[in-house]
């Protein structure tokens, strides 16, 4: 069954891809121009990602302005995708991941303080899984603008 998307919802979901308020209490100001309470808003935006609707709520930032970040990648074997697919995930450093149709099946960005940081995640996940990791860091960066409007039936 196809989900159906309050209008609160919808002027949530699209209304906030882009200009996220950078003020101590976002979630307030979001609030104030939806005509909701604070805690509508952050309910709705815990409920929404639980349900898979969106993956993250966050700033989207140039490439190593703030940290160092890389494209990685992994060859798993498909029984144990879904439980390495989670392994990774719980690393807090890893923004998302995801399974693609190739030799590589595992991708994932991790996001850290640090090149040193990322190299020690890079490791780590080699060293527990018994795996290889391939690092594939940013050699030049694209502005990618990665809100868009959602088509509402």
Sequence with gaps: MERQFSELEKRLIDGFQHDFPLHPRPYRVIAQRLGVEEETVIELLAELQAAGVISRIGAVLEPHRAGYSTLAAMQVPAPLLPQIAAFVSAYP?????????HRL????????PSRGRVAAIL???EYRTGLAVLDLPLLEAFHLDLGFPVQWN
């Design 93 to 101: 450093e890893v923004t998302h991941n995801y399974e693609r149709e």
């Design 105 to 112: 099946n595992l991708w994932f960005v991790i996001a850290a």
């Design 123 to 125: 490791s780590d996940i």
